[in-house]
């Protein structure tokens, strides 16, 4: 027969569409023609297929060959393409048994020896297998990052001689099995933080509700320590959540680290970082920094010295958890459920309110370094919280602060009667639900009203507050949002000196 199919998976976003290579061989002047919209990479693959077929003893056929990329109106990119379309031409000149190539999934890119070379998105392919319920083949390189994907037969091979011969049931491939996930450790600990009181309540408080924090204050005063403590606080991830993490590292240029299997992501990009870098995109569209800290946190310290441009892209995912990417032939959606954690000084030197250290900044230079921020990135922001610097006598002091442990007790707790009570944590409450949660007793509801009015909160930055007092709530668990509760929610959202942010 001179036809032959070979299935495989495209990436468009986290998601891996099935993609039929379709080989059909003519009588006529050798020729080989790729169609189904390819890319660059994928146009290339003739020439390396040619002499991976050559250099791993088949015959290349001498005929018209055709190769069908369907659907044709999916774009296709990279070298992952390469072993399906050498195994659809060996299919389709005789070589191999035509019946064995049903039951599989295909992805490699091949060197000119014939040898498989590891491609990005494992684990997005290997879920789309598990989901049509074919076994999956791919380069011995990716094997086990595919394996962490529970219910799809995986099978590593370092050469197309070796897939051949499994095909042809003369050398069977071992399934991979699952390697012992590493124990989750590496979460610095929060009793390395001296003294700061407020700022390690407001931490707690982040994460039981899983609202964003903004900290001000002098530099030294342990902002970055907080946040790079704030994954240690957060419930573990289950299996599906780490999947998630997993595919978005599988699709990005650094690839999937199985040390980081199952650990909240903490992502710190550099100040200088592009709104490309961030939101992701490319003509092959990528995940950025937002999106792979999905179910983790994006920390961003010195957030005023950022461009303007890449704060303003925070605003929509923050909102709404995902990010949209619009090219020219397609637009990706990638998921982006972070907790936005940032840091900044109260004016350019950063010594503005310091008890020791006079400011050298003039009232210009203060009013343009905080106007980098836009209100309505501020807006969005749960908690703005001064950090203050130090006395002496705390950072002499040899007393243990508490540590994570006994904070993510607490934290684990409040998510669970959150779990219960709406089936979402605090922060992602609608307009709608907070009127049905978050309601305050009368004496809280009159303080609100009066702050609402002399600190001139937009509707947005009073639902925010009623989140926060929910949370305050369910940390203390009380059944409603008193008074105290109130109070607190609202000193959470002072920051600079005495006002508002």
Partial sequence: MSFAVAISRALNGV??????????????????????????????????????????????????????????????ESGRFDLPIALALLGASGQIPLASLASYEFAGELALTGALRPVRGALPMALGARAAGRSFILPQANAAEAALVDGVRVLGATSLGEVCAHLAGQTPLPPVSVAPCPAITGYPDLADVKGQAGARLALEVAAAGGHSLLMVGPPGTGKSMLAQRLPGLLPALTESEALEVAALQSLSSQGFVAESWGLHPFRAPHHSASSVAMVGGGSDPRPGEISLAHRGVLFLDELPEFDRRVLEALREPLESGEIRISRAARQV?????????????????????????????????????????????????????????????????????????????????????????????????????????????????????????????????????????????????????????????LQMRRALGNGAI
């Fill in 15 to 76: 998601d891996a569409p099935e993609v039929v290579v379709e080989a059909h061989l003519s009588n006529g002047l050798p020729s080989f023609t790729l169609v189904g919209l390819p890319d660059t990479e994928v146009k290339e693959s003739r020439e390396r297929v040619r002499a991976a077929l050559l250099m791993a003893g088949f015959e290349f056929p001498a005929r018209r060959i055709t190769v069908n990329l369907a659907p044709a109106d999916l774009p296709k």
């Fill in 333 to 489: 959606v990638f998921p982006a459920a972070f907790q936005f954690i940032a840091a900044m000084n109260p004016c350019p030197c950063g010594y503005l309110g310091h008890p020791q250290r006079a400011c050298r900044c003039t009232p210009e230079q203060i009013a343009r370094y905080r106007g980098k921020i836009s209100g309505p990135l501020l807006d969005r922001i749960d908690l703005l919280l001064e950090v203050p610097p130090l006395a002496v006598a705390e950072l002499q002091s040899t007393v243990r602060e508490e540590g994570s442990e006994p904070v993510s007790a607490r934290v684990r707790s409040a998510r669970l009667r959150q779990m219960a009570r709406q089936g979402k944590v605090n922060a992602a409450l609608s307009a709608a639900e907070v009127d049905s949660f978050c309601l305050p007793d009368a004496a809280a509801l009159a303080v609100l009203t009066m702050a609402s009015s002399r600190m001139a909160l937009s509707a947005r930055a009073y639902h925010r507050i009623l989140r926060v007092a929910r949370t305050l709530a369910d940390r203390d668990d009380a059944v409603g949002i008193g008074r105290a509760h109130i109070l607190l929610a």
